[in-house]
């Protein structure tokens, strides 16, 4: 069954119609979500929101666009409502050193995407600090990035979106999409350079 035909249904009162969209594009929104707030927990309460906002909103949904599409389009809006808050807070109740010394904490998640296969078996202990070293440098390369190219990066690493998709959610041009994250990927190549890598392409 299309998400179309499961959406028709959701829409006459079928709940089960509606489980199936949530089972089929969970991973998606999640990581959509992880993406904007760089927290697990954080991203699944955003994840949960996304999916009660598309029920109430089922009768809004034209078809204009997929369903994945229209759907990812709220997870994100939710994510970043949720991150501006998180980052309000913050700023009126953390220290700025326990805020610093968190969020590197929180990048791990994230960096590892765009890490991809960095760890592998059979490593001697010298490789294996060279890679913990090598990752914590990503992270930080991934942080010092200006939001718009982060942002676009991250989805693209999550690999559950196209380029479509995060156009969509950023309300950018596919294009700029393309432009920002081939540009996010050049300035982390560039920094890590700049620390003494000399075989990051």
Known sequence: MTDGELVERARQGDPAAFG???DRHRSA????????LRSPAE???AAQDAFLAAYRRLDSFRGEATFKT?????AWHHAINRRRGVSRWLRRFVPTRSRSAGSAGNDD???HHALDDIAS?????????GDD???RDIERAIRELPPKLRDALLLAQAGDHTYEEIGAMLKTPVGTIKWR???ARRAIKTRLRQRGYTNVG
């Open 20 to 22: 199936e969209l949530v």
């Open 29 to 36: 929104v999640y990581r959509a979500a992880l993406a904007a």
């Open 43 to 45: 991203a699944e309460d």
């Open 70 to 74: 229209w759907l990812l389009t709220i």
């Open 109 to 111: 998640e994230h960096a």
């Open 121 to 129: 078996g059979g490593r001697s202990p010298e490789d294996t600090l």
């Open 133 to 135: 070293r090598l990752r």
């Open 181 to 183: 994250v081939s540009e």
